[in-house]
């Protein structure tokens, strides 16, 4: 179950001009014993849906009894093999997915970087979706004018903003929704794998917000293949296995250990 964000308290001034107002709590993300269940197929036959049927082996955790924290002002890096649990993280902070078992705590607004562009209406023009996201990411009607045209000017999309979505490339709707996300001035930053949006001078471009961000004093959590960025970026980095911890500290010892088992 999610728990409120205690009451706030102190500001810090970003570089943008807009200040941050930041819990009491030492803890922007927290989670308690953790886990996460899936069903792996629907039942096929009356006696299969059955609950007194429901056969161990159809059920699939991708987390199990997972603990740790993340403070504010840090950034944890999480890295494993493809299915280790490492998105489902990210979907149970920004609230997407509610654990089996556990607490999770998130305090705070929270810009979820995951499956961008997902909430894109095609038929609605770039500047309609700008309005639409900003709302779903909590920022009022006078937050999303106010930002308007450092959104525009950050996506670098100016000459598209009335032209529907559906007919941007995937990449031009990827760096409108990024850039949307990144003016909601959230707490907690959640990124999985979208510093592959664009270019590589968007890239850097992106990768240089996510330093303010740190500076800000804002909780983020990366999921990453990209074993440099966790190196180069993160405090801490988390290696899971199976949905399990399997190892977690200074980034290049994880890295050390996730390149060891990899290799088998």
């Known amino acids: 179950m999610r728990f409120p964000g205690p009451a706030w308290c102190w500001a810090i001034t970003s ?46 955790y991708a987390l199990e009894d997972l603990s740790f924290e993340v403070g504010w002002g840090e950034t944890l890096g999480i890295i494993g093999r493809n ?32 499956e961008l562009g ?11 979706n700008v309005y639409l996201n900003a709302s779903i990411l909590g920022m009022s009607d006078r937050e999303a004018r106010e930002q308007l045209e450092s959104i525009i000017d950050f996506a670098e999309l100016a000459q598209f ?10 990449g031009m709707s990827l760096r409108l929704a990024f850039s949307v996300a990144i003016h909601s001035q959230p707490d907690i930053l959640l990124i999985d794998e979208a510093m592959a949006v664009g270019d590589k001078e968007f890239q850097e471009k992106c990768l240089e917000r996510m330093r303010d961000f740190q500076r800000q004093g804002a909780a983020i959590v990366v999921v990453t293949h990209a074993l440099e960025l966790v190196r180069d970026y993160c405090d801490r980095a988390m290696l899971l296995e199976h949905g399990h911890k399997a190892a977690e500290g200074a980034p290049a010892e994880v890295i050390d250990r996730y390149v060891s088992i990899a290799a088998g």
């Open 15 to 60: 570089s943008s001009g807009w200040s941050r107002i930041l819990p009491t709590s030492s803890e922007a993300v927290g989670f308690e014993n953790v886990s996460k269940r899936f069903r792996l197929r629907d039942g096929k036959t009356l006696k299969e849906t059955l609950p007194s049927f429901v056969s161990r082996n159809s059920i699939f």
């Open 118 to 128: 997902a909430c894109f209406h095609p038929d609605l023009t770039g500047l309609e």
């Open 83 to 114: 299915g280790s649990g490492k998105s489902t993280i990210l979907k149970l902070i920004a609230g997407v997915m509610t654990p089996t078992r556990g607490r999770v705590r998130a305090n705070g607004r929270i810009a979820p970087l995951i």
């Open 161 to 170: 903003m009335d032209t529907p979505v559906k007919r941007y490339s995937s």
